[in-house]
């Protein structure tokens, strides 16, 4: 899906800069067995890890782990040092947004201000919290790129309906495979060594560096299968761990897609049903048909004449995206479509322009290449173009909010040129204690997927909040939720687990929004990254 991500902790990034990180002089290696002082620590060059006086550093790391005295790459790392005194010191806490292909390396700087936030600041207190750009990512070296403009407007239908159309996708799925391929020499042999497990070796080598013997580990989203992937190759360096909204290992990656489009479908026409049950701020239908016809009549509107020659029916799926990520978005998505569709004005289509090219980091393909690079050769996916064509009609059937968006996001796969690999099997028993949160209605890691991994984590806890639709939303205001998480990793005591229920703990989750006419018409005015990123606090 447009990637397993979390949309929250991505803004952080958005607001901070992808490519904004730690100064090449700044590089250290890490042996094995090195200890925290062999780093060479320097001065950060974003803005955010400035403020909170933060250390980074390009650690040095095999390419190749089956190689290890061979080429090097290098990661882009930060650290947060502990406040507390060294009597209360835990350790590090590494920490990844998810993706693959989100930068992580200031979300170690947002994390502490969201626990701080809540008073909850002695939970951070105790740790060195360490970001990181995963390899190929952002400030790490060498940073994947293939073609930077792949998703400039205006584009062909995402619905192949016509053989013009499936041509143009297959043709441009392919060529960005090969640009990947054909970008570097150092790209190309990259992209050789880009699974998860190489990810989770890259963590290791972090720990090692560091002279760690454990670790505590908070991912999101995609970041979740780095930990179960982590955890299940180096149980023994796994002191505490935190995933929220967890990827099912059963279906990694072209099931899991697939699965997303019906979770997608049936949350969007949730947000549906809240516009119609304010119709008298929206004015855009009073029943959730209503408003889903008007939805997609506009969409089909936009094939012959896009926004501004820029919003076509592709980018009026992408910008809406986001109502089935987060709740928080409906208040400004909502203005956005309401505006357009009862004033057709210039202010409102600039709006729309402007919110599809802050959602998607136009100009800079490297999470899209990371993506692709990750997915594509963690497994193999069907190289059966007749195959994605029988699949993807048949969920398009019952879920076309952005089934055929979401097959041509990773149709590159089918032209992948590294070799794919085999997923590793996930095993959790090994862990001690875990804390998994979810919320029942996620769409981009559908709930099973929790409730798999508390199977393979008999040791885990899984704290779930029925009825929430947002995905991978922790430390956003839910003290239910939040507090949990800070007792854990100030105690490491976890809820108590019932092998009876299907989860261990419920909290509610945050309440939905609730539209004025005034709310509605600031939260129109504002970029889709803006609005995330005051989820968190974060001011670009």
Known sequence: MRRFVVVGATACLLAGGAAAGVPAAAAASAPRGASGSGVQWGKCTDSYL????????????????????GPKIKIAVSRIKHTSSAKNYQGVILTNPGGPGGSGLNLNVFLIDALKAEHLGAAAADYDWIGFDPRGVGSSVPALTCQPNYFSPDRLPYNPKTKAILSYWKARSAKYAAACQT????????????????????????????????????GFSYGTYLGQVYSTLFPGHVRRLIMDSNVDPRHVWYTANLKQDIAFNRNVNIWFGWLAKYDNVYHLGATESAVQHRWYAEKARLA????????????????????????????????????????????????????????????????????????????????????WARDNTRINRIAPFETWGNAWFNAPCLYWKAPASTPTKVNGSKISSALLID???????????????????????????????????????????????????????????????????????????????SSAREASSSSFSTTLSQLRGIHP
């Open 183 to 218: 970008h570097s020499a150092a790209q190309a042999a990259l992209l050789k060594n880009m699974t998860t497990v190489d990810a989770a070796r890259d963590m290791d080598s972090i720990r090692q560096a560091l002279g760690q013997k454990q670790i505590t580990y908070y």
């Open 50 to 69: 400035q403020q909170v006086h933060a250390s980074c550093t390009l650690l040095s790391v095999p390419l190749n782990y089956s190689d290890p005295a």
């Open 439 to 517: 919320e029942t209605l996620d769409a981009a890691t559908p709930f099973e997927g929790s409730l798999e991994v508390r199977k393979l984590f008999p040791r885990s806890v899984l704290l779930a909040e029925p009825g929430g639709t947002s995905h991978a939303d922790s430390l956003f205001g839910d003290l239910c939720v939040d507090r949990t998480i800070a007792n854990y990793l100030v105690s490491g005591k976890l809820p108590t687990r019932k092998p009876a229920a299907r989860w261990d703990k419920t909290c509610k989750p945050l309440p939905r929004p609730v539209p004025t006419g």
């Open 304 to 387: 012959k004449h896009p926004i501004l020659g820029k919003v076509g029916p592709d980018e009026w799926t992408d910008i809406f995206l986001g109502a089935g990520y987060y709740e928080q978005t409906w208040l400004q998505l909502g203005s956005a479509f309401a505006d357009w569709e009862n004033t057709h004005s210039a202010k409102a289509a600039k709006n729309l322009v402007a919110l599809y090219k802050g959602s998607d980091g136009l100009g800079n393909d490297n999470g899209f290449a990371v993506y692709n690079a990750v997915q594509c050769t963690d497994v193999q996916w069907p190289l059966s173009w007749a195959k």
